[in-house]
């Protein structure tokens, strides 16, 4: 045996913070955000935004990210127009590393329906600015969200099918977020700062490289 430790990936602490005042509790602001590469992770996103609104929660959705799949536009478009949610969903194709913190800081929650998805830095950031994730509890995502952190979708391993959780899924898993919302939005932030802090993941790998050098 030989001495390990696994150091997650860090976060800008001072660039991805919490929204100062908090945003308005309604309507309530879901962000999907990333390089989308298969339709499904962002047509269950919508499904979400149309099952809320038909329980009655007053809720927006950002697709934030490059729809990445052949024909991805025209068919995200398709799905909005299908659940009439065109005065609800809103299309960002592209964004730059310095508007992403105002773009997490605009929103109440993460929808992250990747499926194994390894250390997605779109959850890190989105913890680090106080935002709770809602994902598919698969891959890297329970080590990185632990459960005062948001809620994670239970997915089974598979090597043959993308397991993508439903929009009935992400609505439930939403819904059991909300009565306690700006307490799970504190708790992420408070995770963040202390697993995903930049500042200590350099002097972390200082002390090992100070030690194996020495």
């Known amino acids: 045996e030989v001495a390990n430790e696994i150091i997650f990936n860090p976060v800008d602490l001072q660039k991805f913070r919490p929204a100062v005042p908090p945003l308005p509790t309604e309507p309530l602001q879901l962000l999907t955000l990333g390089t989308h590469g298969y339709a499904q992770r962002v047509l269950s996103a919508i499904e979400c935004a149309r099952v809320l ?82 994902a598919s509890g698969s891959g890297g995502l329970p080590e990185l969200v632990p459960a005062p952190c948001g809620v994670l979708v239970p997915a089974p391993l598979s090597w043959e099918r993308l397991i993508t959780p439903t929009g009935e899924q992400l609505a439930a898993a939403v819904e059991a977020l909300l009565p306690r ?16 802090d930049g500042v200590k993941w350099v002097e972390r790998h200082a002390a090992i490289f100070r030690r194996v050098l020495g």
Request: charged share 20%.
């Open 53 to 134: 609104t038909d329980r009655g929660i007053d809720c927006l959705l950002t697709i934030a990210g490059r729809l990445g799949w052949s024909g991805g536009v025209a068919e995200t478009r398709r799905a909005i127009a299908k659940l009439a949610l065109d005065q609800k969903v809103t299309l960002v194709p592209s964004f730059t590393q310095k508007e992403a913190p105002e773009l997490y800081r605009a929103h109440h929650i993460l929808l992250h329906p990747k499926y194994l998805d390894p250390c997605p830095t779109v959850v890190i950031e989105a913890l680090a600015s106080g935002l709770p994730v809602v």
């Open 181 to 196: 919302l700006p307490q799970v939005a504190r708790a992420a932030r408070l995770h963040a700062e202390a697993t995903y």
